[in-house]
């Protein structure tokens, strides 16, 4: 108990089952993936659903970036659980009345779906490949073609059907996963910062955003180490969804704030003292003020000087960093500041962020950059920069 103490602090009136967090950074994680595979998804189907040839460019890869992301999706969760073994009896004995339990059966639906819709997009590539090497690549690419070698006009127009089809899936199935989790934390009304109806679709809408923004940020700079030109009409294209979705988020963010003021007039004395004292670096400063607002400033003062060329890509690279900031630390002011406001309303916790343990900054960096680093890999087996992987799709 004394350990515990020294490691929390506490204000006011605070139960005794609410002296440990149980949600810590891992679970910020699991959220910003969920979003950020979300995202890179719409991105996808923007050019494979409605046809918007500006995104062209950073289609496949943004198919490519959502598959890595999501296969690490369920790993905060697993470490987070104290017997991850056990993971599987939320599927094997399913409790159809729990939105928790039925992230298995979502999680496991949308990953099949990502798996064939990229084996669809890139079945030119891998029978190319298949025909073409020798030794264990060619193998793998033999492997991978199912037996299927046929690229006549024909099959290419089959291969399109799927591929359009499945896009028109995963954009509901996207969004309902990640909007699910917004649907946990709004509807636990025992937390006051928690319980609000605007939680699912604030969740929806950050996601769109984080995922365009990561999208933005990894073609930029693959472009400027691969030393190729940037395809500004792309990025313009992404960097005005990014500011349209954006504005509309922080208006929802801004509405969720107001009703958290209103709320702690009425009488909840502890939501005025955080906004106005522990939040108000992570929520104020860092979410609503440099991570939301300076985007806007800089993507709206670009686009109206009529800003081009590599100004442009380096202004509309910063303000995606930012929205990537932004939804982190929306991700963590839920999480953590959710737990930080005692049941009571009357009482405040602090969080104390630890490094090297289980629920530590240096574990969850980990789970962070794992997708990524997959990417890597993943982008050298099936380059989405080539033509002949795009030019049937």
């Not at 103490?5 to 967090?21: A, D, H, K, L």
């Not at 006051?192 to 809408?205: G, N």
């Not at 939301?292 to 400033?297: E, R």
């Amino acid at each position: 108990m004394d350990e515990l103490f020294q490691s929390q602090s506490f204000i006011g009136y605070v139960y005794p089952n609410e002296t440990v967090m149980p949600w810590g950074v891992l679970i910020v994680i699991y959220p910003y993936l969920t979003g950020l595979v979300a995202g890179a998804f719409t991105v996808s189907s923007l050019y494979q659903v409605f046809g918007i040839k500006r995104l062209r460019p950073v289609a496949h890869f943004a198919l490519l970036t959502s598959l890595c992301l999501m296969i690490f999706v369920p790993t905060p969760l697993l470490l987070h659980l104290g017997h991850p073994e056990r993971a599987l009896n939320a599927v094997l004995t399913p409790h159809t009345t729990s939105a928790m339990a039925m992230f298995g059966f979502a999680a496991g639906f949308y990953i099949l779906l990502l798996l064939v819709e990229t084996w669809f997009v890139f079945r030119p590539y891998i029978v190319q490949q298949a025909q073409s090497r020798q030794g264990p690549l060619g193998l793998f690419y033999r492997a991978l073609t199912l037996g299927s070698y046929d690229l006549s006009e024909k099959a290419m127009r089959h291969d399109r059907g799927w591929i359009f089809m499945l896009a028109i899936i995963g954009i509901p199935g996207a969004h309902g996963l990640h909007g699910y989790v917004g649907f946990v934390f709004g509807s636990l009304k025992s937390r006051e910062w928690w319980s609000s109806d605007l939680m699912p679709p604030i969740f929806l809408f950050s996601a769109i955003i984080s995922g365009t923004a990561l999208l933005i940020v990894l073609y930029v700079l693959s472009c400027w180490l691969r030393r190729k030109p940037v395809d500004l009409s792309c990025l313009k294209a992404m960097a005005y969804s990014l500011w349209g979705f954006l504005m509309f988020t922080l208006l929802l963010e801004g509405v969720e704030l107001a009703s958290l003021v209103y709320r702690g007039r009425e009488g909840i004395d502890m939501i005025m003292n955080y906004i106005s004292g522990p939040a108000f670096l992570p929520f104020i400063v860092l979410q609503l003020g440099i991570g939301a607002t300076v985007p806007i400033v800089i993507l709206s003062f670009v686009f109206w000087r009529g800003t081009t060329g590599r100004a442009l890509a380096t202004a509309i690279l910063v303000s995606a960093a930012l929205v990537m900031l932004e939804v982190l630390m929306m991700r963590w002011n839920v999480v953590i500041g959710g737990q930080e406001i005692s049941k009571t309303g009357k009482g405040l916790l602090t969080y104390a962020l630890e490094i090297f343990s289980k629920e530590g900054i240096v574990g969850a960096s980990c789970v962070l950059a794992a997708p990524f680093i997959l990417l890597l890999f993943v982008v050298r087996l099936f380059p989405p920069w080539e033509d002949a992987s795009s030019e049937a799709h």
